[in-house]
C-alpha cells in the first residue's frame, strides 16, 4: 500500500441542555477502519479517532454508527471514505 494516512479525528459535542453518553460504536468495515473514543468532557464532549487499517488496495466507504442515551438523537452516523493504491 502506498503510504499511510494519518488518524483522522471529529469531535462530538452535545449541545442539548441533558448530559449525552455514548453507549457505543458499530463499525461496519472493521477490516478497514479502527476506531478509539474518548470521553473529554462527560456527557458533553467526546473525541472520535478514525485511522485507516487497510491491509489490501482499493476505495472504501466505511459507516461509524454512534449509539447514545438520548431518545431525540439515539444514533448518529459516520462515513469514512477511503481511496488506497497498492505500490
Not at 45 to 61: A, F, H, N, P, Q
Request: proline fraction near 8%; charge should be negative; glycine fraction near 8%.
Amino acid at each position: 500500500i502506498k503510504g499511510e494516512a494519518p488518524p483522522g479525528h471529529v469531535e462530538i459535542i452535545n449541545n442539548h441542555e441533558s448530559p449525552v453518553k455514548i453507549t457505543g460504536v458499530d463499525n461496519d468495515l472493521p477490516d478497514r477502519v479502527r476506531w478509539r473514543l474518548e470521553e473529554i468532557t462527560p456527557g458533553s464532549l467526546y473525541r472520535l479517532e478514525v485511522e485507516d487499517i487497510s491491509k489490501k488496495g482499493g476505495d472504501y466507504t466505511a459507516h461509524l454508527t454512534i449509539r447514545t442515551d438520548n431518545p431525540e438523537k439515539p444514533e448518529l452516523t459516520l462515513i469514512v471514505r477511503g481511496e488506497i493504491t497498492e505500490k
